[in-house]
Structure formats: structure tokens, C-alpha cells
């Protein structure tokens, strides 16, 4: 039986885990798994070997502030890959604190599996030539990055996006609010504000002023919060209570899908949750505040005009972006007003080329690199 280690802490970054791990068993692999992941990968049976949260941080200030939990982290991986020595590493996302392990791991010549690398098509393009010095393979999730990897020789594929089978069939409306035990009739807000203590920290209070502003302009309108977490509640329930956001509001934890479902706006935190907003075609705006310093470094090294990923794709300003001090709560909730009349279906029939622009390579290519890779 073969050994791979797996980093993967997050709720996006697990999505993909998993995903590799059914690839892996459908080409036939026994492994052992072992890494610093989350709870559901745990559940699918890969060992823990270390407390990953510190990895949901993020941007230069916040790596900085946990610099020692970091370098715990660092030593615990290392000792574990020096004493286990699995034939394969798959890493996910995280590039910071993931390329020092694909460093790690070629020293101790372990293979190097890299998916969703950084987003050197964005910033810090120069970041390839370290990619091809420590990393085996890459799996990438948008067709568009394979020739920025092939054109150093770097050996690439595209990881059918999970997003989509996930959000192939979803529930209707009115059966996603009898999921959630609410009326089916009504207009809802829903509000996705990230799965890191971090953003949640930055954004609630900004969010509660946003949906009471919005509350004021439509009072019937309900208001549906999506956590990642459990755990995110007390933190969510003291910031909502501080901003006096409407006592009303709704929490489903881990049910986002479902309360996407259920929504007729979305207000959503940069990140993977704005490709699933999209594949689920609900109007949306995206909001976003990194800490001052590390938005002043990105600016500067930023080459996209965009940062949520459907503007990215589309190429366009489908998504209105609230960035930094221009998140002003009168000004987002007009924004979600508009998308609640007219706007918001015109908006929705610009998503309509997405699910083109994220198809994989065919699924016997995958299981093909993760044989050579994994064994």
C-alpha cells in the first residue's frame, strides 16, 4: 500500500482533497493517507498529523502576527515526512507556507503534487521559476493557466472544477426553504462572509449595517446568513449583535448550496464562494477587506483588474466589487436593491458561459498522473 501526505485545511481546499482522493480510488490505488487537514477529510479517513487553522489566515501582517505557529507547523511536517517518507505530497492552495513543504519534500525526494497553485497570472509571476524547481506535477482548476506552467516546462493538467458536479443539480427555491424551514414566498438576502475568523472579524460589522440598511428599504425582506463553521457562530452572533444587524436573521451552518438555493441576492466574500454563487446563477455583490498594509503591497503587484473569479473568467464587471473602504453599507445595499429588480437578471444571464470556461481534462488523464504521482 502506498503513503500520500495531503494539506488541505480549508472548506474549498477540502472540496478538492476529496476529489483527488475519489480520482485516486478509481484508478485502482490502496493509499495510506496522512496530512494537516479538516474535518472532512478527516472523516474520509486521511490521518491528522497537526492543527492546520493557522493556515486561514491571511496576507502579509496576518502570516507575520503567527509566524511561530507557522514554523510549529513547518517542524511537525517535517518530522512526520522524515519519519513516513510517503512516495507523494499533495498540495493545496495555500502557496505561501506550501512551497517551503514542496521545498521540504524534493529535498527528501518525495514526489511534489501542486493543485491550484498561486495565481502567478494575477501577481508575483516570477513565483514559476520556484514552481518548477520543487514541484512534480501541477493540477490547476482554469484552462487558461495551462499554457503559463507548459511554456517552462512544467507538467500540467486541468482538474475538472468541483464546483460544477456540485452544482449540476441543485434545489429549487421553494424546496431549498422548506430545507430551511422557511415560507417559500418572499424575497431573501443571503450572506456569505468567508470561513476565516479573519474575514469574519473585517467584514460582519459592515455586513449587519448593509442588511439593516437594506431592511429599511424593503421590510419584508428576510435575511439568510451561510457559516462554514460551527464554530464561526459565537464570533458571527457578537459581531452581528455590535454592527445591530436585524435580530432576525437567519444562521445555517455548512448548508451553503442550500442557502444559495434559497436566495434572490447574495452578498459574498471574495473567494471560491463567488464561482459558486455564479454556477448557482444568483445575483450577487462582492465585498472584501484585507488588512491596510497587505491590500497596499497587493495593489502594487496585482496585474487583474478583478478579484472574484467570475469577473476574472468573463473578463468583464459582471459582479459589482466593494474593495476595502469603498465597502460602504449605503452604497452595497443600493447595489443589492438593484439586483432584487431588473439588474439582477440581466447580471445572471452574463453567467451563463461559465460552466465553459472550468471543464477538466478527461477524468482517464487525471487518474493516469495520479498513478504516476501517488505510487
Known amino acids: ?167 449540476a443539480a441543485v434545489p429549487n427555491r421553494e424546496s431549498a426553504r422548506a430545507a430551511l424551514n422557511m415560507a417559500a414566498d418572499g424575497q431573501v438576502l443571503a450572506l456569505l462572509p468567508g470561513s476565516r475568523r479573519g474575514e469574519l472579524e473585517r467584514l460582519v460589522l459592515r455586513y449587519a449595517e448593509t442588511a439593516r440598511r437594506l431592511r429599511e428599504q424593503m421590510p419584508d425582506l428576510r435575511i439568510l446568513v451561510a457559516l462554514a463553521r460551527e464554530e464561526l457562530r459565537p464570533l458571527w452572533e457578537r459581531l452581528w449583535k455590535q454592527g445591530a444587524g436585524p435580530e432576525d436573521a437567519r444562521l445555517a451552518v455548512a448548508q451553503t448550496q442550500t442557502v444559495l438555493a434559497a436566495a434572490d441576492v447574495v452578498l459574498v466574500a471574495s473567494g471560491t464562494a463567488t464561482l459558486e454563487t455564479a454556477l448557482m446563477q444568483r445575483p450577487a455583490v462582492v465585498v472584501y477587506i484585507l488588512n491596510a498594509l497587505t491590500f497596499a503591497v497587493v495593489r502594487r503587484l496585482v496585474k487583474t483588474p478583478f478579484v472574484a473569479m467570475p469577473n476574472v473568467l468573463l473578463k468583464k464587471s459582471v459582479y459589482p466589487e466593494f474593495l476595502q473602504e469603498a465597502f460602504e453599507p449605503a452604497q452595497v445595499a443600493d447595489a443589492l436593491a438593484a439586483l432584487l429588480g431588473p439588474a439582477g437578471p440581466v447580471q445572471v444571464a452574463e453567467l451563463q458561459k461559465l460552466r465553459g470556461l472550468l471543464e477538466g481534462d478527461p477524468p482517464e488523464q487525471l487518474q493516469q498522473v495520479l498513478r504516476e504521482m501517488l505510487t
Request: glycine content about 8%; proline content about 4%.
Open 1 to 167: 500500500m502506498g503513503k500520500a501526505f495531503m494539506l488541505a485545511v480549508e472548506r474549498s481546499g477540502e472540496n478538492l482533497g476529496l476529489e483527488i482522493m475519489a480520482n485516486a480510488a478509481q484508478a485502482g490505488l490502496a493509499l495510506q493517507w496522512s496530512g494537516v487537514v479538516g474535518s472532512r477529510l478527516q472523516a474520509a479517513g486521511v490521518q491528522n498529523i497537526a492543527d492546520g487553522e493557522v493556515l486561514a489566515m491571511i496576507g502579509l501582517v496576518e502570516v507575520l502576527r503567527h509566524y511561530r505557529r507557522l514554523r510549529r507547523l513547518y517542524g511537525q511536517i517535517r518530522q512526520h515526512l522524515q519519519a513516513e517518507r510517503p512516495d507523494c505530497v499533495v498540495l493545496i492552495d495555500h502557496p505561501a507556507f506550501n512551497l517551503h513543504i514542496a521545498k521540504l519534500a524534493k529535498n527528501l525526494g518525495i514526489r511534489v503534487l501542486y493543485v491550484v497553485g498561486p495565481q502567478i497570472w494575477a501577481w508575483r509571476s516570477q513565483r514559476i521559476h520556484q514552481i518548477k524547481r520543487v514541484v512534480d506535477h501541477m493540477l490547476v482548476l482554469f484552462p487558461f493557466e495551462v499554457p503559463i506552467y507548459a511554456q517552462v516546462g512544467v507538467p500540467v493538467h486541468v482538474l475538472a472544477h468541483p464546483l460544477l458536479a456540485q452544482t
